[in-house]
């Protein structure tokens, strides 16, 4: 059997992959902070430990790979968007957890019925986080200082291993958030003090909150304690977060391994820079599927390219795989998978090459092998929601109608924060009346529609 190579952020060397235990096989990876609509950079890491994931039961078995990705749910950007909606914290993370759940699901992730997948919320793992940060002032690795406390990197010897630097060429690099009570200025947060109104937990240093980092560090401890086999992300995360959750978790636990194996996606990009909420360039996985691009689509394009290359989202790229999900489709209806493909097995080994197992997929098309060809399609996360494309397709949404729809929910939206609920109604019975509903939420109104309703199609009865 061909080995699983990857290669290991560590040291950036592909090398064989060897679990510490092939019958408990053990993948961390650092999940989203909700408060927001995932954009479709925030997808990509999820698409590819999905397919990692999916490697790694095939090889070991699928009740021996335990896959933990949490939801950051305490964080300041979240206590500022609650503010700003006038929504308590609480409905704010659910109902983005919600929306994350779905979209995922429409790319083929969905573990609501996956008994070795777990999604720890950090708001339930504060405790863990207490005691880990105790440890680490106990061992001298973190100090106290006007409510706050704070990791002492100068501490940590190995500190800045992972991406191969120094503490003063960071220093030098970063950002650096700079603080009177900082000993050093790469130091970074544990806990820190919350006002009455910020969500806190009561600790020996007061009411506070926890930092991002120990969220990891303690919950990948509680899932699977002090060596594990995989820690995965993008790579915009090796620092300062992964930095820092190894210091942590090392400083706590000095005779464990921590994570043995990182592996980290490249970024999307738009026009050549990283996609992001902060520089304002970036799409949800929602707005695409409200464009009747289907998550198969979008999926075939993530898996088209290396996860260690940046990608591009393209028109051209995207109109392609259009061509290809519908012909793949088309000639594997009513066929019965032979199973999945060795060779689309072997180039998943070779530190996870998704892009060549897309090509021995074409390759099988043009063979005629539609029965591998299913089989290594089905493996990969295609079609597994088999009328999705079908839906779309009778249903496709021109983009003018989608934009007159979308700029409709907007004045619909005006109206309702202004209490004209006359115009409000009127709109939302005017895009019934062709199959379009809405439902309400605190945030955003959402729509689906349905291709069966008789005027459905009929866009002019929008004007
Ligand atoms: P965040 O919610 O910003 O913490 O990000 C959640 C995940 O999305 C992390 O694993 C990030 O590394 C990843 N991520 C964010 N932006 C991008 C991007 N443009 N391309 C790929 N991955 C991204
Ligand atoms: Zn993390």
Same mark, same amino acid.
């Given at each position: 059997?061909?080995?699983?190579?990857?290669?290991?952020?560590?040291?950036?060397?592909?090398?064989?992959?060897?679990?510490?235990?092939?019958?408990?096989?053990?993948?961390?990876?650092?999940? +989203?902070?909700? @408060?927001?609509?995932?954009?479709?950079?925030?997808?990509?890491?999820?698409?590819?430990?999905?397919?990692?994931? #999916?490697?790694?039961?095939?090889? @070991?078995?699928?009740?021996?790979?335990?896959?933990?990705?949490? *939801?950051?749910?305490?964080?300041?950007?979240?206590?500022?968007?609650?503010?700003?909606?006038?929504?308590?914290?609480?409905?704010?993370?659910?109902?983005?957890?919600?929306?994350?759940?779905?979209?995922?699901?429409?790319?083929?992730?969905?573990?609501?019925?996956?008994?070795?997948?777990?999604?720890?919320?950090?708001?339930?793992?504060?405790?863990?986080?207490?005691?880990?940060?105790?440890?680490?002032?106990?061992?001298?690795?973190?100090?106290?200082?006007?409510?706050?406390?704070?990791?002492?990197?100068?501490?940590?010897?190995?500190?800045?291993?992972?991406?191969?630097?120094?503490? &003063?060429?960071?220093?030098?690099?970063? #950002?650096?958030?700079?603080?009177? @009570?900082?000993?050093? +200025?790469?130091? =970074?947060?544990?806990?820190?003090?919350?006002?009455?109104?910020?969500?806190?937990?009561?600790?020996?240093?007061?009411?506070?909150?926890?930092?991002?980092?120990?969220?990891?560090?303690?919950?990948? @401890?509680?899932?699977?304690?002090?060596?594990?086999? *995989?820690?995965?992300?993008?790579? &915009?995360?090796?620092?300062?977060?992964?930095?820092?959750?190894?210091?942590?978790?090392?400083?706590?636990?000095?005779?464990?391994?921590?994570?043995?194996?990182?592996?980290?996606?490249?970024?999307?990009?738009?026009?050549?820079?990283?996609?992001?909420?902060?520089?304002?360039?970036?799409?949800?996985?929602?707005?695409?599927?409200?464009?009747?691009?289907?998550?198969?689509? *979008?999926?075939?394009?993530?898996?088209?390219?290396?996860? #260690?290359?940046?990608?591009?989202?393209?028109?051209?790229?995207?109109?392609?795989?259009?061509?290809?999900? !519908?012909?793949?489709?088309?000639?594997?209806?009513?066929?019965?998978?032979?199973?999945?493909?060795?060779?689309?097995?072997?180039?998943?080994?070779?530190?996870?090459?998704?892009?060549?197992?897309?090509?021995?997929?074409?390759?099988?098309?043009?063979?005629? &092998?539609?029965?591998?060809?299913?089989?290594?399609?089905?493996?990969?996360?295609? =079609?597994?929601? +088999?009328?999705?494309?079908?839906?779309?397709?009778?249903?496709?949404?021109?983009?003018?109608?989608?934009?007159?729809?979308?700029?409709?929910?907007?004045?619909?939206?005006?109206?309702?924060?202004?209490?004209?609920?006359?115009?409000?109604?009127? *709109?939302?019975?005017?895009?019934?009346?062709?199959?379009?509903?809405?439902?309400?939420?605190?945030?955003?109104?959402?729509?689906?529609?349905?291709?069966?309703?008789? !005027?459905?199609?009929?866009?002019?009865?929008?004007?």
């Amino acid at each position: 059997m061909t080995a699983i190579t990857f290669t290991n952020s560590k040291n950036q060397q592909r090398c064989e992959f060897v679990p510490l235990n092939p019958g408990n096989v053990r993948l961390y990876v650092c999940g +989203p902070t909700v @408060y927001d609509r995932a954009h479709l950079g925030n997808a990509r890491p999820v698409v590819v430990f999905d397919v990692l994931y #999916r490697l790694l039961k095939h090889v @070991y078995g699928h009740e021996c790979v335990t896959y933990a990705r949490n *939801i950051t749910d305490i964080d300041d950007k979240i206590i500022e968007r609650a503010a700003a909606l006038e929504i308590s914290i609480d409905r704010l993370t659910t109902m983005t957890t919600e929306w994350f759940h779905q979209d995922m699901a429409a790319l083929g992730v969905d573990y609501r019925d996956d008994p070795n997948f777990f999604e720890p919320r950090a708001t339930d793992f504060v405790a863990d986080m207490l005691s880990m940060i105790e440890q680490l002032v106990a061992k001298g690795h973190a100090y106290v200082a006007e409510g706050h406390v704070l990791f002492s990197v100068k501490s940590y010897s190995d500190y800045g291993a992972l991406s191969g630097r120094t503490v &003063d060429e960071m220093i030098a690099g970063a #950002r650096v958030e700079i603080a009177p @009570y900082k000993r050093n +200025p790469m130091d =970074f947060v544990l806990w820190k003090p919350s006002t009455e109104e910020q969500p806190g937990w009561d600790s020996s240093w007061g009411r506070g909150r926890p930092g991002w980092h120990i969220e990891c560090s303690a919950m990948s @401890y509680a899932f699977f304690g002090d060596s594990f086999d *995989i820690h995965g992300g993008g790579g &915009d995360l090796m620092f300062p977060h992964h930095e820092n959750e190894i210091a942590q978790s090392q400083c706590c636990h000095p005779n464990g391994e921590f994570a043995r194996y990182w592996l980290h996606n490249e970024m999307l990009r738009v026009d050549g820079k990283k996609m992001s909420k902060s520089l304002g360039n970036f799409f949800t996985v929602r707005d695409l599927l409200n464009q009747g691009i289907s998550g198969d689509e *979008i999926r075939l394009v993530f898996m088209s390219t290396h996860y #260690r290359k940046p990608m591009n989202w393209t028109e051209e790229k995207l109109e392609q795989a259009k061509v290809t999900v !519908n012909k793949w489709r088309e000639l594997t209806a009513g066929v019965e998978s032979s199973g999945t493909p060795e060779t689309v097995l072997d180039a998943l080994k070779q530190d996870l090459n998704s892009s060549l197992a897309i090509t021995e997929l074409h390759q099988l098309a043009a063979k005629g &092998d539609i029965e591998a060809l299913k089989g290594g399609a089905n493996f990969l996360g295609l =079609f597994q929601t +088999p009328d999705q494309k079908q839906k779309t397709a009778d249903a496709a949404i021109p983009i003018s109608a989608i934009n007159r729809i979308e700029s409709l929910i907007k004045q619909r939206t005006a109206a309702r924060s202004i209490s004209d609920y006359r115009l409000a109604d009127a *709109i939302r019975d005017n895009l019934a009346s062709i199959g379009i509903t809405l439902t309400d939420d605190v945030v955003e109104s959402t729509w689906s529609y349905d291709p069966d309703h008789p !005027n459905f199609g009929r866009w002019e009865l929008l004007d």
